[in-house]
């Protein structure tokens, strides 16, 4: 995630943020701008940016925050011998997350698990040698190179992420997310080319894993967020389009205000 929130960013975040908790924003904001924006700091730019929701304090329960109580468990199983990225890509591929280096490496410090590789993690960890361990030490799940995981999915395999999303396999290398794509995303864009910058696609029948071309319409992140703000999504796709003309009639509003 970038440290620099860009202008449109952050009117976003003023805009969704009232009447919603930290991680409900982040999950609009990672929608919307393709990120991985943890509730922490959706936290910390609330505080930095004098910006509040407004809601009443939720009971925090053991599986609350970014990994649950079984994810927490495979974690520290799984923690020796492995890269942050690796480790990251390991969890993301099993519980169809979308977890980064960064975020991996956060949450290990803040729960006192170490990797026990020297130095950097890049360095050769203390496992070098058996190639395809997940735990350190060896066992006899260990795969010889070229070997496939038993866990392993071949491109074209499609799976639903925890947010409701289709997400199907382009790759068998690169990072988890270069792996994996939205599948709403890679059938537009073989279409149409790529989504353009600050534009996403909205599915104007409300339907997360309904695909097809015509139910997709790319529209711009502020329109998205106006769309979200004062709910005209539907599961009417006519009603949809029509609530993008009602945004952007808000829209305008909005600037000849503030040009006032």
């Known amino acids: ?9 952050i009117d976003y975040i003023r805009e969704i943020a009232p009447g919603r908790y930290n991680d409900e924003i982040a999950k609009l904001f990672n929608a919307n701008f393709g990120t991985n924006l943890t509730e922490g700091q959706i936290k910390s730019f609330k505080a930095n940016h004098k910006i509040k929701s407004n809601v009443p304090k939720r009971r ?10 079984e994810q927490k468990a495979f974690i520290k199983e799984n923690v020796k011998g492995l890269s942050n990225q690796k480790l990251a ?9 979308s977890i980064t280096a960064k975020q991996m490496m956060t949450w290990k410090q803040n729960h006192g698990l170490s990797s026990g590789l020297k130095g950097s993690e890049g360095v050769a960890p203390p496992n070098k040698g058996t190639k395809g361990l997940y735990n350190f030490g060896g066992n006899k799940t260990s795969f010889k190179t070229g070997q496939r995981p038993l866990n392993y999915k071949p491109v074209g395999t499609e799976r639903i992420d925890r947010d409701g999303y289709i997400l199907i396999k382009v790759s068998d290398t690169g990072a988890w997310h270069e792996r994996w794509k939205l ?7 073989e279409a149409n080319g790529p989504i353009p910058k600050g534009h996403c696609l909205l599915f104007l029948d409300g339907n997360k894993q309904n695909v097809s071309l015509d139910n997709l319409q790319l529209i711009t992140r502020s329109q ?12 009417d796709p006519e009603l949809t389009k029509t609530g993008i003309v009602i945004a952007d009639i808000i829209g305008k509003i909005g600037e000849r205000k503030r040009a006032n």
């Open 1 to 9: 995630m970038p440290r620099r929130y860009t202008k449109e960013q």
């Open 60 to 69: 925090v329960t053991e599986d609350d925050g970014l990994f649950t109580k």
């Open 89 to 97: 890509d390991l969890v993301s591929e099993n519980f169809n997350l």
């Open 183 to 189: 599948k709403q995303v890679v059938i537009w864009e």
């Open 224 to 235: 998205l967020a106006r769309l979200n703000q004062n709910s005209l999504i539907s599961n």
